[in-house]
């Protein structure tokens, strides 16, 4: 029966078609079956605003569900409890509805039941999409922001989460292997030609002028920490192209060039401290020391690796170590916490270095670093969970603070046991911690997405941040940014897969810098 109203659609919209005339339909029109939401999309350069209609199982009594004039269209259905056909109609709005008999743009879907890896699968996807979809087309570079109000700014660090987040797009086929490397070349071309700061690159680049871009007054010019964070992702890009075809390889080459001439040891200053910036206009007045423990230790890994501009151990050992906040030995709700500051401070000290830097395996003489930063994913749920300041919706199902946009205050940096804690959750915290917290993160996953998903995602995955406890409509933040992006996208393949730990690890420099900084490494 199934099969006979599937062959009597396909037939009633060949005759629609030749019977239509009236209205501009939209083209290319495709329908995509995820496990709570259909994504219809749609060719509509002319900026026309559609009706959406679905019927489920009957290909003849249809609803409205909604209307947009964006060329895609979000359907969230729910769970799957068992299969089904959906069909769709897009129907330009304002249509009479004699002539809406004879609608062409209509399409059917399947829907199956899907389980915890296709859900994990969809998030990655949709997060990868930022930075191809949304890629600076010609530098190839990650844009900053989804709304940023600069212009078309660029970010170094927040590329270098791309690059990874690319590599393994093209492991899972979201893109082709063709589109993925000429994204990176494109990268690896404005970095080569693009102003450099004793190897170092700025934080941010105008795309247009393809000229640094100010931070801040003073962070105008090279900024070590953000460079690191690309270099991470530049590494990992060399491992996976270093035994390709005759261009994987140049471009291979190409990364090891730009990789051996960042002058890490030049910003010590010939001192026994890193810095994180230098300017040509300002000099070292910044004058910000890199110390720890926070995201800054792939700063000290890769400076520590270099083969030509490498710092000495007692950099690390008297600069990243010497901080009120590197060690700390307290338990918080029962979990012991070796290092880090109160609470542990924000999730991403937890993420960015350790998107390439593989934890499992890795020691000091200070701690295990996989189980560090599963005690700091830990502690922030259970602060969640507990609830001192009564935020609306802290819990088991929504929990995780970093720096990220707010919708009371704008950019800022959230975690536990602080003023910045204002009831505000950020996606990328929880789902970013998969690695360390597989069953609490997914528990998170699924009530942002099944519960919330209409409300909080969106063409690039989920949106910045969410504060349940303010007014409907004023709860969240929809917008994108690179660096809390990059690290869903890259920790969700971590834990499927290892396969960006394992890139980035196959490096034979990344050994030598652990070694000369203390670290034991296995390789599991």
């Given at each position: 029966?199934?099969?006979?109203?599937?062959?009597?659609?396909?037939?009633?919209?060949?005759?629609?078609?030749?019977?239509?005339?009236?209205?501009?339909?939209?083209?290319?029109?495709?329908?995509?079956?995820?496990?709570?939401?259909?994504?219809?999309?749609?060719?509509?350069?002319?900026?026309?605003?559609?009706?959406?209609?679905?019927?489920?199982?009957?290909?003849?009594?249809?609803?409205?569900?909604?209307?947009?004039?964006?060329?895609?269209?979000?359907?969230?259905?729910?769970?799957?409890?068992?299969?089904?056909?959906?069909?769709?109609?897009?129907?330009?709005?304002?249509?009479?509805?004699?002539?809406?008999?004879?609608?062409?743009?209509?399409?059917?879907?399947?829907?199956?039941?899907?389980?915890?890896?296709?859900?994990?699968?969809?998030?990655?996807?949709?997060?990868?999409?930022?930075?191809?979809?949304?890629?600076?087309?010609?530098?190839?570079?990650?844009?900053?922001?989804?709304?940023?109000?600069?212009?078309?700014?660029?970010?170094?660090?927040?590329?270098?989460?791309?690059?990874?987040?690319?590599?393994?797009?093209?492991?899972?086929?979201?893109?082709?292997?063709?589109?993925?490397?000429?994204?990176?070349?494109?990268?690896?071309?404005?970095?080569?030609?693009?102003?450099?700061?004793?190897?170092?690159?700025?934080?941010?680049?105008?795309?247009?002028?393809?000229?640094?871009?100010?931070?801040?007054?003073?962070?105008?010019?090279?900024?070590?920490?953000?460079?690191?964070?690309?270099?991470?992702?530049?590494?990992?890009?060399?491992?996976?192209?270093?035994?390709?075809?005759?261009?994987?390889?140049?471009?291979?080459?190409?990364?090891?060039?730009?990789?051996?001439?960042?002058?890490?040891?030049?910003?010590?200053?010939?001192?026994?401290?890193?810095?994180?910036?230098?300017?040509?206009?300002?000099?070292?007045?910044?004058?910000?020391?890199?110390?720890?423990?926070?995201?800054?230790?792939?700063?000290?890994?890769?400076?520590?690796?270099?083969?030509?501009?490498?710092?000495?151990?007692?950099?690390?050992?008297?600069?990243?170590?010497?901080?009120?906040?590197?060690?700390?030995?307290?338990?918080?709700?029962?979990?012991?916490?070796?290092?880090?500051?109160?609470?542990?401070?924000?999730?991403?000290?937890?993420?960015?270095?350790?998107?390439?830097?593989?934890?499992?395996?890795?020691?000091?003489?200070?701690?295990?670093?996989?189980d560090r930063n599963k005690a700091h994913a830990l502690i922030h749920r259970a602060y969640a969970i507990d609830n001192p300041k009564k935020q609306t919706g802290y819990g088991p199902d929504l929990w995780g603070f970093t720096s990220s946009d707010d919708p009371k205050v704008g950019y800022t940096s959230h975690h536990p046991g602080t003023d910045d804690e204002n009831g505000t959750i950020s996606p990328t915290a929880a789902l970013s911690s998969i690695v360390y917290t597989p069953e609490e993160s997914m528990q998170v996953l699924k009530?942002?997405?099944?519960?919330?998903?209409?409300?909080?995602?969106?063409?690039?995955?989920?949106?910045?941040?969410?504060?349940?406890?303010?007014?409907?409509?004023?709860?969240?933040?929809?917008?994108?940014?690179?660096?809390?992006?990059?690290?869903?996208?890259?920790?969700?393949?971590?834990?499927?897969?290892?396969?960006?730990w394992n890139l980035f690890m196959n490096n034979p420099e990344i050994q030598k810098g652990l070694n000369l900084l203390g670290f034991r490494y296995t390789k599991n």
């Amino acid at each position: 029966m199934k099969k006979l109203l599937l062959v009597m659609f396909v037939l009633a919209v060949h005759f629609q078609l030749i019977a239509q005339t009236n209205f501009v339909q939209p083209t290319r029109l495709k329908a995509d079956n995820f496990p709570g939401h259909v994504e219809l999309s749609w060719k509509n350069s002319p900026g026309f605003t559609y009706k959406i209609l679905r019927s489920i199982d009957l290909p003849s009594k249809f609803i409205e569900i909604g209307e947009t004039n964006q060329g895609q269209y979000f359907d969230f259905l729910g769970v799957s409890e068992k299969p089904s056909t959906v069909y769709y109609r897009i129907v330009p709005k304002g249509l009479p509805q004699k002539e809406a008999k004879n609608i062409t743009s209509q399409i059917a879907v399947e829907r199956k039941t899907m389980g915890d890896e296709d859900l994990l699968d969809m998030t990655q996807r949709y997060t990868t999409r930022y930075f191809f979809d949304f890629a600076e087309p010609t530098t190839g570079m990650a844009r900053e922001r989804s709304n940023d109000v600069n212009g078309d700014i660029v970010t170094t660090g927040g590329t270098g989460f791309g690059i990874m987040s690319l590599i393994a797009g093209i492991e899972r086929k979201y893109i082709t292997p063709q589109h993925g490397q000429e994204t990176i070349e494109k990268i690896v071309s404005f970095l080569e030609k693009t102003e450099r700061f004793h190897g170092a690159w700025a934080h941010w680049y105008d795309a247009d002028t393809q000229k640094a871009f100010s931070f801040s007054k003073y962070d105008d010019g090279g900024d070590l920490v953000e460079t690191a964070f690309l270099v991470q992702g530049l590494l990992t890009a060399r491992e996976y192209f270093k035994k390709g075809s005759a261009t994987e390889r140049i471009l291979a080459n190409r990364i090891t060039q730009l990789w051996e001439t960042v002058e890490w040891d030049w910003y010590t200053q010939g001192t026994d401290s890193l810095y994180w910036h230098w300017s040509k206009n300002y000099g070292w007045k910044m004058n910000h020391r890199i110390k720890g423990y926070d995201e800054t230790l792939i700063t000290y890994v890769l400076a520590a690796s270099s083969p030509t501009y490498p710092i000495k151990a007692s950099v690390y050992e008297s600069c990243y170590k010497n901080s009120s906040y590197y060690f700390n030995g307290k338990s918080y709700y029962g979990i012991k916490l070796d290092l880090g500051m109160e609470y542990g401070g924000p999730l991403f000290f937890t993420h960015y270095s350790f998107l390439g830097l593989n934890p499992t395996g890795l020691r000091d003489n200070y701690t295990n670093y996989f189980d560090r930063n599963k005690a700091h994913a830990l502690i922030h749920r259970a602060y969640a969970i507990d609830n001192p300041k009564k935020q609306t919706g802290y819990g088991p199902d929504l929990w995780g603070f970093t720096s990220s946009d707010d919708p009371k205050v704008g950019y800022t940096s959230h975690h536990p046991g602080t003023d910045d804690e204002n009831g505000t959750i950020s996606p990328t915290a929880a789902l970013s911690s998969i690695v360390y917290t597989p069953e609490e993160s997914m528990q998170v996953l699924k009530y942002l997405y099944f519960q919330k998903g209409k409300q909080l995602f969106g063409k690039y995955g989920f949106y910045d941040a969410y504060n349940p406890g303010m007014v409907e409509g004023q709860q969240v933040v929809r917008s994108y940014l690179a660096i809390d992006q990059g690290p869903i996208a890259v920790m969700i393949e971590n834990y499927r897969s290892a396969l960006l730990w394992n890139l980035f690890m196959n490096n034979p420099e990344i050994q030598k810098g652990l070694n000369l900084l203390g670290f034991r490494y296995t390789k599991n």
